[in-house]
């Protein structure tokens, strides 16, 4: 062997054996299971988006973005399954009640986007011409209370009202049949009636202000919080960039959600995108900060109903010490 092949030979084997003492040295990613409150959409879009980006690699994260299980993703953190899930304040604040360590850790989207929904033809325009009619849902306690403060609020009769279970059926076929009122987010099936060509009015959960409370939200647990604090804050550093990043870029966003998900519908991603840019932080400094004042009026109105029976502290169910610092 000639000496210049022979030198080329040694570099070349130096440079690999210093690429894999770099591997070696190189700390390992740490692993984040977060799990999903629901099929993906625009709700979820700053965590793909985070993903797709390399947000999550920048801070040495793995994500493994799960679906929910039949038992609630929120019971997978509870129970250590996971560090972190979608959910929803009305879902945080009886687990706590209830003595389970679910801490809020961000807001996804600062108010309540969700409301009762019917169609134009139906004659209802506002809650009280509920009264007589037939309501679509899952007959919960705290669902029909808020169907009633409604209603009533506006001078309805809540007891002529037929409330009818039907699950997870979704507005349009609900609406199509036997059922008048559903309970929607506007930022999803009212986009999508739109699309349609379906015209319905809407009638806003955050009408009542005890009401306006955060849907969906981030929680992680008190275990976590305790045993790897430094993790949580290095994923929520990723996934606020993701929301900040779906707020600027919105058709981008939309192009990431529809990668991750192509099942779904296009037009609707972009549409929806577009409506969520400016309500995921809306007036907060930063994406994500949650207030006190919201925690304890949504579990003042609760308790005056007589639906939170157990000891409950607003102060306890969340923090925004994770949350990077407002930019």
Known sequence: MKPLHLIATLATVFSTCLTALAALAAPSEDHLTLVLDWSINTNHTG?????????????????????????????????????????????????????????????????????????????????REISGRRYGGWGGEVELAVLKALVEGD??????IETIPI?????????????????IYEGWDGIAAGLKGIKLNYMPIASIPELDYYTPLLVTSEDAIDTDPELLQRALRAISRGYVFAMAEPEKAAAFLLEHAPELDARLVHASQQFLATRYQAEAPRWGEMKSNVWKGFADWLTER?????????????????????Q
Do not use: C
């Not at 920048?58 to 959910?87: D, H, R, T, W, Y």
């Not at 007589?306 to 407002?326: D, M, Q, S, V, Y």
């Open 306 to 326: 007589n639906l939170l029976k157990g000891e409950f502290n607003p102060h306890a169910a969340f923090t925004n010490r994770f949350l990077p610092r407002a």
């Open 167 to 183: 699950g997870a059926t979704d507005f349009f076929a609900a609406t199509r049949s036997h059922i008048d009122v559903i309970w």
């Open 47 to 127: 965590v793909v988006a985070a993903d797709k980006l390399g947000y999550f690699a920048e801070e040495e994260i793995k994500l493994n973005l799960e679906a929910p299980p039949q038992i609630g993703a929120a019971a997978l953190v509870a129970g250590g399954s996971a560090q972190m899930a979608f959910s929803y304040q009305e879902e945080v604040t009886f687990a706590r009640s209830q003595g389970l360590p679910l801490v809020a850790i961000a807001a996804v989207i600062q108010h309540n986007s969700s409301g009762l929904a019917a169609r134009t033809e139906s004659g209802i325009s506002r809650p």
């Open 155 to 160: 001078g309805g009769d809540f007891a002529s």
